[in-house]
């Protein structure tokens, strides 16, 4: 493809080393039979290794310079020119049968809005091998207690199993990043939950978080949860959201929906 200038309103870093692109294709492993969405192909480096191993492979790119010429080198590419953040993942699916599997090199900007747009739609996503920032890949799968400890730990830890695959040198991409990146393994568990129930329990989690420093108490009476009282949820509130597992936020809202209704 004819070389264009990466945009860094885009997040924009074209993935260069092959051997780089070998080991993403084989820790994806993509069948034929497979229902693949690659969010922002670029210079279509990963889309064509991709290709060779598929039948169908759908590539969502919000830049609308390479369009046409991934159009023209790619013609069995289903391209959807837009944000993936814009796309109902619903409407992708062919095969109703078949669940989503999602890849790409992301920009690391729009990292967490990507990821809660597949907890959206957690129920019909596989999983998702995706380049990340490193210290964002931290913070995805880290323990209770720890420092990186967060709001992704703990959603993505109900809703699915964090891989760290491996760390990427910064000098394998064009422009240069100015952090090390990683490849994660996202596996989204089979979860029966509500809409409603999803919401509620991604607000506990973000409420409680909300003054990480201070008490769970302190924190939910400062959030949109201020009107309740959760003396009676079974959670010690002189806690911190970081000494909390995922079964303690869920109790509180479980609570919450109770307290509701």
Request: glycine letters at 4%; charged letters at 30%.
């Amino acid at each position: 493809m004819q070389k264009i200038k990466p945009l860094k309103r885009f997040g924009q870093n074209y993935l260069l080393d092959q051997n780089i692109l070998k080991k993403i294709v084989l820790e994806i492993d993509p069948k034929p039979e497979d229902q693949i969405v690659e969010i922002g192909p670029g210079r279509a480096a990963l889309t064509e290794k991709l290709l060779e191993k598929v039948t169908t492979l759908i590539a969502v790119e919000i830049d609308k310079r390479v369009s046409d010429e991934l159009r023209t080198k790619f013609p069995e590419l289903k391209l959807i020119v837009d944000d993936f953040i814009n796309i109902n993942l619903n409407e992708l699916r062919t095969n109703k049968n078949k669940r989503l599997r999602i890849v790409g090199n992301i920009p690391y900007n729009l990292t967490s809005p990507i990821l809660f747009h597949l907890i959206k739609f957690n129920d019909i996503v596989q999983d998702s091998v995706l380049m990340v920032q490193h210290e964002v890949v931290k913070r995805m799968s880290a323990a209770k207690g720890t420092k990186d400890y967060g709001i992704l730990s703990v959603i993505l830890k109900y809703f699915a199993d964090v891989k760290y695959c491996f760390k990427v040198s910064p000098n394998v991409f064009y422009p240069k990043p100015k952090v090390d990146s990683a490849v994660v393994h996202i596996r989204f568990n089979d979860i029966e939950i509500s809409k409603a129930e999803k919401q509620n329990f991604i607000n506990i989690v973000k409420a409680s978080f909300g003054n990480r420093r201070k008490t769970l108490k302190n924190s939910l009476s400062n959030s949109i949860f201020k009107e309740l009282n959760f003396a009676d949820s079974g959670i010690d509130l002189s806690l911190r959201a970081e000494q909390l597992d995922v079964d303690d936020f869920l109790r509180l809202a479980e609570f919450t929906l109770n307290y509701i209704n």
